[in-house]
């Protein structure tokens, strides 16, 4: 008998704030372009005040790519932690209905942080800068780690973010083990390369123990090898993991296992807003994967499905993501 589950994603539960605003904007509130940057409460607040909000969903890396797996079919569950919030009450409703299970317990009333959220200033040129205020995501912990659930799933999917977390490490830590104990796989995305930075260590032993898909983009993956040259970075993880799928723009992505290197071009789209580019990357080639598809098949889902969501506001998917793959001809 099949399992229940075909991905269960861990990660930082968030609710995404979306605004366009101008590159003038950014540099007279001190926003640093292009990535995420950790803020407390007050900021989050300051800044939802000078912003105007075009659109707020549920979120968060993980979170992205468990959705575009549902939408495509699949058979998904979310663990991450919010507060029984207004925005926390936003995340659950909004997972539920793309039919994701989402169980995890909220966090304690007494508890003083909030349900995090990412305020996402999306600039003319499509690029964005996150400003992320973790809440109560941080506290997530080893007993919000349900065995039975993660033993009844192919593959977990784990957000490189939710390493900031003080007990994030042991509730990976038991999620890995309890899904290896009965033959499930196990994937890692880089999530950022600040975040590569601060991890690279704990990163790079779970990469070669435990890792059997890693996802990443160009610069994540030389900020983990510490070289500039992609090829190079390419070349030294492809000896760390069983396969490695690693984005690189308007390049396409690479595809490695220890049997071949695949490239595959980017699908050419006006770029609206990278948000959730990677994420939803991760989401195509996953739901691929678990399909019983190819590595190349996989990676061209990949791009076809980071190419619709960049074409849009937002880090969820708008359209039909298989009837895209069947105008591509690779359904």
Known sequence: MGKKYQVIGIGNAMVDILCYENEEFLN??????G???????????????????????????AANTIAGIAKLGGKTAYVGKVKNDPLGILFANDLKKQ??????????????????RCTIIVTPDGERS???????????????????????????YLEGYRFDGPESHEAFNKAIKACKSVDGKVSLTL???????????????MIKSDIDLLFCNEFELKAM?????????????????????????????????KSEKIHIPAIPT??????????????????GLTEGYDLATCGKMGCIAASEIISHLGARAEKDLK??????EIL
């Open 28 to 33: 007279s509130h001190s926003i640093a372009k």
């Open 99 to 116: 039919n994701v299970v989402y169980n995890t317990p909220f966090s304690p009333e007494k508890n003083i942080d909030e349900t995090g």
């Open 323 to 328: 009837k895209l793959f069947k105008e591509n």
């Open 270 to 287: 006006k770029i609206v807003d990278a948000t959730g580019a990677g994420d939803m990357f991760a989401g195509g080639f996953l739901w």
């Open 35 to 61: 990535i995420m940057q950790l803020i407390d409460i007050s900021r989050a607040k300051q800044l939802h005040e000078i912003i105007t909000v075009s659109k707020s969903e549920s979120g968060g890396s």
């Open 130 to 156: 996150m400003n992320t205020y973790l809440g109560v995501t941080e506290y997530l912990k080893a007993s919000d780690i349900d065995e039975a659930q993660i033993k009844d799933t192919e593959w977990i």
């Open 225 to 257: 090898y510490q070289t500039n040259d992609l090829n190079q970075a390419l070349k030294l993880c492809s000896n760390d993991v069983g396969i490695l799928a690693c984005t690189a723009a308007e390049n396409g992505a690479f595809i490695i296992n």
């Open 191 to 205: 999530s950022d390369p600040f975040c590569v930075e601060r991890h690279r260590e704990a990163f790079h032993n």
